[in-house]
C-alpha cells in the first residue's frame, strides 16, 4: 500500500494495490518546492565559493609577498587553473605564481622611485666642488675641472 502526505500535512491517504511509502517534499518558504538535487546543487556551489575565497585569500597574500604589483589582477587571470585537494585547500599555489613570474615579469619587483617631478627633465646634476674637494684632487684632476668654477670656489 502507497502513502503520501501533502504539503499541508494532512492524514496520510492510502492507496490501494501499492507498497511504497513516498512523502512529498515539504516547502522551505510557502509556495516553494525545494528537492534533494537542487539542494545538493546548492551545497557543490557553496563549498566551491567557499574554496575560492580561501584560495584568493592564500594567493593573494603570497603574491604580495612575491612582490606582484597588482595581486588582485594576477589572481583573476590564473583562477581557472587552480587545482585544489580533496579537502578544499589549494596544491598549485607555488606552480602557478611560477608561472605568473614567467608571463608576466613586469608585475613583480619594486617600481622606480622618480627623483623629481619633472624627472630631471634635461638638467644633468653637477657635483658641487669645494676646497675639501680641490684640496684632494691630484693635479692632472684639476686640469680637467672647469676652470671659471675653480676660481669661484677659491675666491669664496
Known amino acids: 500500500m502507497k502513502t503520501k502526505t501533502n504539503q499541508n500535512n494532512e492524514t496520510p491517504k492510502s492507496v ?3 507498497t511504497v511509502t513516498e ?3 515539504h ?3 510557502s509556495g516553494t518546492d525545494i528537492s534533494h538535487a537542487e539542494l545538493a546543487a546548492e551545497n557543490e556551489q557553496l563549498k566551491t565559493t567557499i574554496r575560492l575565497s580561501a584560495a584568493h585569500r592564500q594567493l593573494t ?5 612575491a612582490g606582484a604589483r597588482s595581486p588582485e589582477l594576477l589572481f583573476d587571470a590564473v583562477k581557472d587553473g587552480l587545482q585544489f585537494a580533496a579537502d578544499g585547500t589549494l596544491q598549485n599555489a607555488a ?3 611560477g608561472k605568473l613570474k614567467t608571463s608576466f615579469p ?4 619594486a617600481e622606480p622611485i622618480p627623483a623629481s617631478i619633472d624627472a630631471g627633465a634635461g638638467a644633468a646634476a653637477v657635483p ?3 676646497k675639501e674637494a680641490l684640496a684632494k684632487m691630484k693635479p692632472a684632476e684639476i686640469a680637467e675641472l ?6 669661484r670656489v677659491l675666491a669664496a
Open 95 to 97: 606552480a602557478v605564481i
Open 27 to 29: 516547502s522551505v518558504a
Open 23 to 25: 512523502t512529498s517534499t
Open 16 to 18: 490501494p494495490g501499492t
Open 146 to 151: 672647469d676652470w671659471a668654477e675653480v676660481r
Open 61 to 65: 597574500g603570497e603574491l604580495a609577498r
Open 106 to 109: 613586469e608585475q613583480f619587483g
Open 128 to 130: 658641487q666642488l669645494t
